[in-house]
């Protein structure tokens, strides 16, 4: 069974660059068909899909956050990473790693991160 782990800072003042990584165990990300996607929660609003980085290499990003928003991968590591740049308060929320078979289609519970609670503030 594949295990998804985020990890990163909790607290990042604003104008910064958050960047969390999303550790992978029990399968490889270089492998099948599957988007490795970040979603996040902002307290009391819904789930957004951020974007990914698919098994063979290829990212998207949602175009709300495109200017500021850069996903990577670490294949040995079998690690990828959220980089988003120019934080606001608004950017606060819980923040997921998933895998997706079909990117957007899934919800939190197996193939999901626990998640992990980022805060913008000064």
């Known amino acids: 069974q594949v295990r998804l782990q985020e990890s990163g800072p909790g607290l990042v003042k604003p104008s910064q660059t958050l960047s969390l990584t999303c550790t992978v165990s029990g399968g490889s990300i270089t492998t099948g068909v599957v988007y490795w996607s970040w979603i996040r929660q902002p307290p009391g609003k819904g789930l957004e899909w951020i974007g990914y980085?698919?098994?063979?290499?290829?990212?998207y990003v949602s175009p709300t956050l495109k200017n500021r928003t850069s996903i990577s991968r670490a294949p040995i590591a079998n690690q990828f990473t959220l980089h988003l740049s120019s934080v606001t308060p608004e950017d606060t929320a819980v923040y997921y790693c998933?895998?997706?078979?079909?990117?957007?289609?899934?919800?939190?519970?197996?193939?999901w991160g626990q998640g992990t609670q980022v805060t913008v503030s000064s």
């Open positions: 998933a895998r997706e078979t079909r990117y957007g289609s899934s919800r939190p519970g197996n193939d």
């Open positions: 980085i698919s098994s063979w290499g290829s990212t």
